[in-house]
């Protein structure tokens, strides 16, 4: 009998966590009810800020609190824990030192589905945080992939996209993300990735070319392999 739960641990960026759960549902092979994949959300709206966090160095207490989340989804039967935040993965490594289950980690991933699809230059479009962490850029180069940060122009149009629009409960402007992707492509990238949540959000009010790679969809793709749904 099938026995997987998975845990979503959300509540960073509330229109991100209902669009995983929609992705999750609408990658389930289910003919009824109950085909469907047990599922806890554990939405932290009070999750301070990550890419603050990370910037500024003050990083413990946010930690902590993505700790307690973490093993309050264990504590409730979960048997693998996605966290749809690109940003908060900068803790997953640690997370999973001390998480009974599997951690699943959306930006090793998204470099591995890039690389099997033999694209080699991913644009990286994401917070500040995620940014400067090189989370990308690091799993990329893991793999023989030459990760691409936008410039600085272009990465202040990706943060109005995502806080000053998106995180606004806009839809965002389909002229800002076409000066981002005329940017990305003039860099000489073969392919991008969307690695903040809210520009899948983005995506899902303004359909994209298969230029970019939504790494949200690539986390709910492996989360249901995870917990044994595909």
């Known amino acids: 009998m099938f026995d997987g739960k ?19 549902l609408d990658r389930t092979p289910a003919a009824r009810d109950q085909d469907h994949l047990p599922t806890v959300i554990l939405s932290d709206t009070g999750m301070p800020d990550r890419t603050a966090a990370i910037l500024s160095g003050h990083t413990e207490p946010l930690y902590q609190r993505l700790l ?59 917070t500040d945080g995620t940014i ?41 402007c389909p002229h800002t993300f076409a000066a981002i992707d005329a940017a990305i492509r003039a860099a000489g990238c073969d392919c991008a990735i969307l690695a903040c949540t809210e520009l899948s959000v983005f995506a899902s009010h303004h359909p994209l070319p298969p230029f970019y790679l939504d790494a949200m969809a690539v986390l709910a793709d492996c989360a249901l392999s995870a917990c044994g749904k595909i």
């Not at 979503?8 to 999750?24: D, E, N, S, V």
């Not at 935040?85 to 289950?101: D, G, I, K, M, W």
């Not at 992939?145 to 000053?164: H, K, W």
């Open 6 to 24: 998975l845990g979503i641990l959300g509540g960073m960026g509330p229109q991100a966590t209902q669009l995983f759960y929609q992705y999750i």
């Open 68 to 126: 307690a989340d973490v093993l309050q989804l264990c504590q409730c039967g979960c048997t693998a824990i996605a966290i749809p935040c690109n940003t908060s993965h900068y803790f997953v490594p640690r997370l999973q030192q001390e998480a009974p289950v599997p951690v699943l980690n959306m930006i090793e991933q998204t470099a591995a589905a890039l690389a099997r699809q033999g694209l080699r230059r991913p644009g990286i479009l994401a």
């Open 132 to 172: 400067r962490t090189g989370l990308y850029q690091q799993a990329c180069a893991a793999l023989g992939l030459e990760a691409v940060a936008p410039d600085g122009d272009t990465q202040r149009l990706v943060m109005s996209l995502i806080y000053d629009q998106i995180k606004q409960g806009q839809r965002g």
